[in-house]
Nanobody, 112 residues
Framework: QEQLMESGGGLVPPGGSLRLSCVAP????????MMWFRQAPGKERELVAT????????KYADSVKGRFTVSRNNAKQTMYLQMNNLLPEDTAVYYC?????WGPGTLVTVSE
């Protein structure tokens, strides 16, 4: 059973929006600080956003501040990443992370 599973990726034009979801059915979701990472072609994986256990504290990479919003619903064992005003450089596979667990990723492509 997958411990984490992302969804919501796709193709979107510049300036568009997407909402990613990360479901964590396999463990006690509310025990973990959750993170979103991304990896663009030919580049290293980078941290995009972090959210505390209860969701009260969030942090973002400078490149996405003001455009992305991370949130979580512990009752649904789900974390979200709302991405607005998307840019071509946001194109990447997006992964959610909890401790040592990773999802398989969801591809976001920003292009005309």
């Amino acid at each position: 059973q997958e411990q984490l599973m992302e969804s919501g990726g796709g193709l979107v034009p510049p300036g568009g929006s997407l909402r990613l979801s990360c479901v964590a059915p396999g463990f006690t979701f509310s025990d973990f600080v959750m993170m979103w990472f991304r990896q663009a072609p030919g580049k290293e994986r980078e941290l995009v956003a972090t959210i505390s256990v209860l969701g009260g504290v969030t942090k973002y990479a400078d490149s996405v501040k003001g455009r992305f919003t991370v949130s979580r619903n512990n009752a649904k064992q789900t974390m979200y990443l709302q991405m607005n005003n998307l840019l071509p450089e946001d194109t990447a596979v997006y992964y959610c992370n909890a401790g040592t667990w990773w999802g398989p990723g969801t591809l976001v492509t920003v292009s005309e």
